[in-house]
């Protein structure tokens, strides 16, 4: 189950008790350019590879490439504006982070998301952690990162 259009047309927050493992998500899209690749690299991971682009020619990447952390970044962005609408934010508890290909300029980012586990809370009544499998592709349907995190999830408030 997705988020359902509520009457204005707009997705409707999601609690707890909306959720069942295999439901999916999609994101709206993120389009991915030099100039962004730069710009976050130089501010937050400065290596060659993503600063400048004659330079990653000769790296392992063989060309420009955004920081993994930038992906991740975009990810989580992706997530909050459109993936997935839960009703109290997404709050992170842990994860894993994968990088399976270099996020690359003119690359269309979008996440799919799906639900594996929901594991009720012992000592918190009215939330559980939720695992989460979201992959971020690129146009081409390449994945780009794997994230499986794990979301402090309430229940509807009474």
Known sequence: MAALPDDTGAKRALYLEDLSVGDHFQSGEHTLDVAQIKAFACQFDPQP?????????????????????????????????????????????????????????????????????????????GRAMVTMRCRTLNQRGEVLQYFTPKLVVHARPA
Do not use: N
């Open 49 to 125: 590879f993503h600063t400048d682009e004659e330079a990653a020619k000769s790296t392992f990447f063989g060309g420009l490439a955004a920081s993994g952390w930038h992906t991740a970044a975009l990810t989580m962005k992706l997530l909050v504006e459109s993936g997935i609408p839960l009703a109290e934010g997404i709050i992170g508890s842990g994860g894993e982070l994968q990088w399976p290909k270099p996020t690359r300029p003119g690359d269309v980012l979008h996440v799919v998301s799906e639900v594996l586990d929901i594991t009720p809370s012992r000592s918190k009544p």
